[in-house]
């Protein structure tokens, strides 16, 4: 009984380390929902990746993919107030101008930019003046996922009207996203950020369904571990006994 036990756990351990890679990847890809870049009115970038981000946007612009860029601005930060570094928009102006892009193809919108759901909402004064623009959003591939979920919660039917675009990180290798320190906080902490926007900006059956299924899951997590606990106990009280 004890060799079959320890069969069939060597077994069940041999196969996850073998497809351990292949798991992984899946998921930082479950947080990927990139589109196909298609042409737009409008290209925005999210403000967080600008050596990423606004690259990818200024390869859309030049190659005629978007008419023009709207830039968020964002909050002055300590180290921009002491003179130590740029504001990030000025920075995403700075890139744009460098790489040719012409003045009128740029545009700052109104506001300031806070969080992924608060860009998005700012975002919204392009359709107010242009109600039948069309616009791709420009972000981090691990960031996808949760840019898009805001704007489905925000603009609803509109949403048809974005795209989403991932640009690649410059931090870690996305395939082996695990082996990078940067990579594990990253993909983490997206999961973590994804579950705060699924519970704070969801209704509230959504939100009972968010917390009903989280709670399921930390349930099987104990109860896998009590098991795999039970079984260790077994085994080593059986060696013991032989």
């Known amino acids: 009984m004890i060799r079959r036990v320890g069969f069939a756990m060597l077994l069940i351990l041999g196969l996850l380390w073998a497809s351990h890679a292949q798991l992984l990847r899946a ?5 990927d929902v990139s589109e196909p870049i298609l042409p737009s009115d409008y290209v925005v970038v999210l403000p967080g990746g600008p050596e990423t981000r606004t690259f990818a946007a200024v390869v859309i612009l030049r190659e005629g993919l978007a008419k023009r860029t709207a830039i968020l601005r964002n909050p002055e930060t300590n180290a921009v107030q002491e003179g130590l570094r740029l504001p990030t928009h000025e920075m995403t102006q700075r890139i744009f101008q460098e790489r040719g892009i012409a003045e009128e193809r740029m545009f700052f919108l109104d506001g300031e930019s806070r969080t992924t759901h608060s860009d998005l909402e700012l975002i919204g004064s392009i ?13 981090n591939r691990f960031h996808t996922r949760r840019a898009r979920w805001a704007a489905a919660r925000i603009y609803g039917e509109k949403l048809e009207r974005f795209s989403f675009v991932g640009a690649p ?6 395939e082996t996203w695990w082996q990078s320190q940067r990579g594990l906080d990253l993909i983490l902490a997206e999961y ?17 369904a968010v917390v009903a299924t989280a709670l399921g899951s930390t349930l099987v997590a104990v109860v896998w571990l009590r098991r795999r606990r039970r079984i260790f106990d077994l085994h080593h009280e059986q060696a013991q006994q032989t």
């Open 27 to 31: 998921v930082a890809n479950g947080l």
């Open 127 to 139: 359709l107010e003046t242009d109600p039948d623009a069309t616009i791709t959003i420009v972000t």
């Open 169 to 174: 990180s410059d931090v870690f290798v996305w």
């Open 192 to 208: 973590l950020k994804l579950g705060y926007y699924m519970v704070v900006y969801s209704t509230s059956m959504q939100r009972l």
